[in-house]
């Protein structure tokens, strides 16, 4: 079946832009999650969605991100006034459910670009 | 605070050698461990995972791993590798609200 999909694939901006990163999760998957991954911090945690729960937004590095899903389905994160050190590969996986030690399944990524 | 350490960030070995890739993790809740492999320009992909019961993990790509409670580690082996495993490998633990905390990487480098 299809996998997680994710939007754009890359994205170039200029520093102090707006920018919305799409996140598509495996069909049934009612859980969410996104992380990045930075040369410089290796892989992190920002947020994480289950179902119609208030999402854990304990990993978000600043205000200037959000992230919300609409439906129980698809998943927008926001970064607002971009700023260099946000220039990262953004990643968003789904599992069943995380109400236990459920597979995370990963989609391609975002490369985020700011100049 | 949970966390994984990953000793090596690139080891190099010639085709058709073992390999075991080091990852020892800091947890005081229970202990559900991953291996992700990220090949290049691809997203992160499962290789084997421990949530419970034999600590000799068994995954794809015939790797393996072996859960060590009392060395608190989580190492990766494989007895031979092929250049199709370069790769970039990652450890992780589960976090107690079910969040990966990753290690850092190792880079597979697999030399002819």
């Known amino acids: 079946g299809a996998g997680v999909s994710q939007s754009p694939s890359n994205k170039v901006t200029e520093k102090g832009k707006d920018v919305e990163l799409r996140c598509d999760p495996i069909?049934?998957?009612?859980?969410l999650y996104w992380y990045r991954q930075s040369l410089g911090q290796g892989l992190e945690f920002l947020i994480y969605f289950q179902g119609n729960s208030a999402p854990d937004k304990s990993g978000l590095p600043s205000d200037r991100f959000s992230a919300e899903r609409t439906g129980g389905s698809v998943s927008t994160l926001t970064i607002q006034r971009t700023q260099q050190e946000d220039s990262a590969v953004y990643l968003c996986?789904?599992?069943?459910?995380?109400?236990?030690?459920?597979?995370?399944?990963f989609g391609p990524g975002t490369r985020l670009l700011v100049l | 605070a949970q966390s994984v350490t990953q000793l090596d960030s690139q080891v190099p070995v010639f085709e058709e050698a073992p390999v075991e890739l080091r990852c020892n993790y800091s947890s005081s809740v229970s202990v559900y461990l991953f291996w992700y492999v990220q090949y290049p320009n691809q997203g992160l992909q499962l290789l084997l995972k421990?949530?419970?019961?034999s600590t000799l993990v068994k995954g794809i790509n015939g790797f393996e791993a072996e859960f060590n409670k009392s060395q608190t580690s989580f190492h990766l082996r494989k007895p031979s590798v092929h250049i199709s495993d370069t790769a970039e490998y990652f450890c992780a633990v589960m976090g107690s609200n079910y969040q990966l905390i990753w290690g850092a990487g190792t880079k597979l480098i697999i030399k002819p």
């Open positions: 996986a789904s599992s069943l459910s995380r109400r236990g030690p459920e597979t995370q399944y």
């Open positions: 421990y949530l419970s019961g």
């Open positions: 069909s049934g998957h009612t859980a």
